[in-house]
């Protein structure tokens, strides 16, 4: 039996008769690293926009003309 490729989990050679099953566990795992990298991407862009959507929140309440986190309240 002639060594055709690799096992994509531990690297052992395989048969000719298991590469095509080989082949296709690399395309599934090549698909789902793809959807993780979009779920990151989409979560990333998510949280992104929730911190805009927080500072517009908390620059709003502060009000006009209070500036940073500086104290505003005097001492008696």
């Given at each position: 039996m002639s060594e055709t490729g690799r096992c994509p989990h531990c690297g052992s050679p395989v048969g000719r008769?298991?590469?095509?099953?080989?082949?296709?566990?690399?395309?599934?795992?090549?698909?789902a690293e793809a959807r993780a990298a979009d779920d990151d991407a989409s979560r990333i862009a998510e949280l992104t926009r929730q911190v805009q959507e927080l500072r517009a929140t908390v620059a709003r309440l502060r009000g006009p003309g209070v500036a940073g986190t500086r104290c505003t309240s005097q001492s008696a």
């Amino acid at each position: 039996m002639s060594e055709t490729g690799r096992c994509p989990h531990c690297g052992s050679p395989v048969g000719r008769g298991l590469e095509p099953l080989y082949q296709e566990v690399r395309r599934i795992r090549e698909i789902a690293e793809a959807r993780a990298a979009d779920d990151d991407a989409s979560r990333i862009a998510e949280l992104t926009r929730q911190v805009q959507e927080l500072r517009a929140t908390v620059a709003r309440l502060r009000g006009p003309g209070v500036a940073g986190t500086r104290c505003t309240s005097q001492s008696a």
